[in-house]
């Protein structure tokens, strides 16, 4: 099923990150407006506008801790994360630096994410 892209390859990727807002691992709004601005067959393109919507949500996320709203936060986080991981999942060259950084993000990210699952354990 080809849902924005021709690209197999980017079509299955993005199903893939789709199929996470079930979880609330995504949102198919951010998905799909992200794979908008995404050139069709460019990998540089996909890594800098999926970057692009984690960093904004992860900015999100940090804003709703400040503000004291821990669900807003735990969500961007876990959304966040997510985004990240697909960002750097097409990145080609295993030499790539960027590899390493961004899923340094992503995995920050979920360890907030799980922090604040746990204080919900906790209450």
Same mark, same amino acid.
């Not at 021709?6 to 893939?16: G, V, Y």
């Not at 960093?55 to 999100?60: I, L, M, Q």
């Not at 993000?105 to 799980?114: L, T, V």
């Given at each position: 099923m080809k849902i924005v892209? %021709? =690209?197999?390859?980017? $079509? &299955? %990727? &993005?199903?893939? +990150?789709i199929g996470e807002t079930y979880y609330k691992g995504a949102d198919i709004g951010e998905c799909l407006s992200t794979a908008y601005r995404i050139k069709e067959g460019d990998f540089e393109s996909w890594y800098q506008e999926w970057l692009k919507t984690a960093?904004?949500?992860?900015? @999100?996320a940090d804003e709703s801790v400040k503000s004291g709203h821990t669900i807003s936060a735990r969500e961007a986080y &876990?959304? +966040? $994360?997510? @985004?990240y991981r697909v960002a750097e999942f097409l990145l080609i060259n295993p030499e790539d630096p960027r590899i390493q950084t961004t899923w340094g993000?992503? !995995? =920050?990210?979920? $360890? !907030?994410? +799980?922090d604040f699952f746990l204080r919900l354990l906790n209450q």
């Open positions: 892209f %021709q =690209d197999p390859t980017f $079509s &299955l %990727q &993005l199903l893939r +990150a960093k904004r949500v992860h900015s @999100y &876990l959304r +966040a $994360s997510n @985004y993000s992503s !995995k =920050d990210c979920f $360890s !907030k994410a +799980a």
